[in-house]
């Protein structure tokens, strides 16, 4: 009973404090919320104490060190072919081929040629000389004894895709039967497929896109210095580094060059330190060099004039990335080679 009446008391002396037109459902509230009040006070008391501790700014008198901001492209040309072949996906390919020829069901003929037909012997012809309905697959016959030594031996050229594209070209153009009986056999036309390797590639022409068409080609201009570098030029105004790469491929390569910015950011950086730091009083700073961010693009048709570029350019050249490795400095390299593609 004792302590009842004590807690009684104590209550009626806290609300005693709190204004009489207050209901009892919000003087309880007010009473259990009491420590609200106090943190809220606490932390408008903090800044002002830690206000005291903040030491004066003062204005900076030498010239503060900074770097010049560049934006650079890294122009490509993607692979129009696709790479060439190793000696094992050749073989591997070419024993796919006389497996499924193994497997599928015998060609029938009779389908296609009326039997005793020009067509039909002319099929019989050449099915003796293949073994095989398939052309490109070398002289085997799946349905013989010897039909599960489909595969090659070490060395064998019938694998090669030039070989294979030979053997199609001379199955086309053979004579058809009766072709020879009033004198030599003639051979049709056919139209070849093109090369691989282009006019570009035998001459050594390195300005012309036509080259290397297994593999992406980058762009890298010739400065005023001699060094061979990606296209590069300085900020203008509060241009974004998108802005700035689109400018720099037309003021560098002119209108003839059909390119394209992919993305706002940079894939890489290069810092340049110079020799002496430049002083530059009308900005109040001191460059120690310079920074470049490289923005991605690529080029779908045209090609770059130099002729008349703001840049001061002298020449450009068309790349891929071990040829890149070989025109560069050593620190460039380091820099812009994980930015550049295996092929």
Excluded at 179 to 192: I, L, N, P, Q
Excluded at 269 to 276: A, D, G, I, N, S
Aim: glycine share 8%; proline share 6%; aromatic share 8%.
């Amino acid at each position: 009973m004792g302590g009842r009446h004590t807690s009684g008391v104590l209550r009626q002396i806290r609300w005693s404090s709190i204004d009489p037109g207050v209901c009892i459902a919000c003087r309880q509230t007010i009473h259990r919320r009491s420590y609200a009040s106090s943190a809220a006070a606490a932390a408008v008391e903090t800044p002002t104490t830690l206000l005291n501790h903040i030491p004066p700014v003062t204005q900076a008198t030498s010239p503060q060190p900074s770097y010049a901001v560049k934006t650079g492209v890294v122009l490509a040309r993607a692979p129009l072919l696709t790479r060439d072949l190793d000696s094992f996906e050749k073989a591997s390919f070419f024993y796919q081929k006389r497996l499924n020829e193994r497997l599928t069901l015998p060609f029938t003929r009779y389908l296609y040629f009326k039997k005793d037909t020009p067509a039909d012997l002319e099929w019989k012809r050449k099915q003796r000389l293949r073994q095989t309905p398939a052309r490109d697959i070398g002289a085997y016959n799946p349905y013989t004894k010897e039909g599960w030594n489909d595969e090659l031996l070490v060395g064998a050229s019938e694998s090669d895709p030039e070989k294979q594209v030979e053997a199609l070209l001379d199955d086309a153009a053979s004579p058809g039967v009766g072709s020879g009986e009033m004198g030599e056999a003639k051979k049709d036309t056919v139209e070849r497929p093109q090369s691989r390797v282009t006019e570009a590639d035998r001459l050594g022409d390195m300005k012309s896109l036509s080259r290397r068409l297994d593999r992406t080609l980058y762009m890298l201009i010739q400065e005023d210095q001699g060094r061979w570098r990606f296209p590069a030029a300085p900020l203008v105004g509060k241009e974004s580094l998108h802005q700035a790469a689109e400018r720099i491929l037309v003021q560098s390569g002119g209108l003839d060059m059909n390119t394209w910015v992919v993305g706002n950011h940079p894939i890489g950086h290069f810092k340049f330190h110079y020799p002496l730091p430049r002083l530059l009083p009308e900005k109040g700073i001191k460059e120690k060099g310079e920074k470049t961010f490289f923005m991605k693009a690529r080029i779908m048709a045209g090609q770059a004039n130099l002729k008349n570029n703001a840049l001061g350019w002298r020449d450009v050249k068309w790349l891929c990335k071990e040829e890149v490795q070989q025109s560069v400095t050593a620190g460039y390299w380091s820099a812009v080679k994980n930015m550049l593609g295996d092929r």
